[in-house]
């Protein structure tokens, strides 16, 4: 992927460095940026560059000799449809759902929506890819333990478990999770007649205030699964390129449909990420089979993401693969198809 730096995209802008570092500084452009004390360095992916053209309304970057940055065309940048939440989900584990949840929610806020990332899975793996803690007694458990106690909660009461993580380019909000959650969830069951609403419920309190919700969810049918998706408007499926996860899949399919014909809410599955997608002809023959399966599902978007050390690398460094900024050209590629999603869904917002 083409990646050009602040000299490349005022060029490519038809602007002088200033204005360019103007649009660049304020988002306008969307941009990896790395601050130094001497000089600041700037990264413009090809696919943020089309993101600020699409999102202008623009047709070539030349256009952008005629822009003022004033409160409209910050306002252009905004959400106009209200928010939409999507989660990200498979019945099998460690195919790397929280990797790409976690990671599509970054993109999201590099571009300049305001999200806020919902860990439903008690294993917690997405509320530490970012922080590098534990949230013991003060994650989303709690509002679920004040819940089943019939305590009322509120807005304020939702936001004192949120988390923002600031990153130099971009901040995105947690609502983390813990060990105990699923214990929780499944004591639910015994308080409430609809128990699969209670994330919805939190989550209403708190959505205006964002542009995305992000729900990373656990591997497994079960009630927290059930929470996210009743809570969501889109799904992704996260799978690998293997025998069984294509049956798997129809079997996520089929919990998908149950839950839209049990409680009339819905929600569409509307892409499908395959993961750790390898050289192989065995991983070619297990693609096309999802693919076909998206055909008869009617499932627009089928992305492959590969097989790549970096994801565990930017889990351990606490970094989106994104910002990780050693041969950013490369790395990009890993993240490509996972910002192209992004960049699909800030254009319809
Ligand atoms: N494209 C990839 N290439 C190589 N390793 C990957 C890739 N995506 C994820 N991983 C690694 O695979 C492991 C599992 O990923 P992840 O935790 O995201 O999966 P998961 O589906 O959320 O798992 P679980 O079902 O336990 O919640 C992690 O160590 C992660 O770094
Ligand atoms: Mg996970």
Redesign the pocket.
Known sequence: MEVYKLNDTAKLFHLNADQSKKLLDNNIIPNIKKSSPTRDTYHVPQLLVDYALEKLGMQKAKEFKKFHIDENTLDAFKNKNGVKVISFS?L???????????NFAYNMALLNKRVLLVDM?S?A??SRYFANRYFTGASIKNLFDKMTRKEEINNDTVKEFIIPIEFDNATLNLLPSELSLGRIVEFSRSVFTMPHKKLNDVIKLVKDEYDFIVI?T??STGLSLHMALFASDYVSI?TDAEDFSVNGLSELNLEIKEIIDETDHIVKVDSIFI???KKSNIHGVYIEAIANLAVSENIQNVFT????????E??NLHIPLIEYKKELEKKLV?VDSILSYAVEKALEA
Do not use: E, L, M, W
Request: net charge positive.
């Open positions: 498979n099998k584990g460690g195919v790397g759902k929280t990797s790409i949840a976690a899975d294993q793996n997405s990373d656990p591997p996260v993961n750790k997608v993401v590969k097989d790549s050390t970096r994801f565990k930017s889990q890993t």
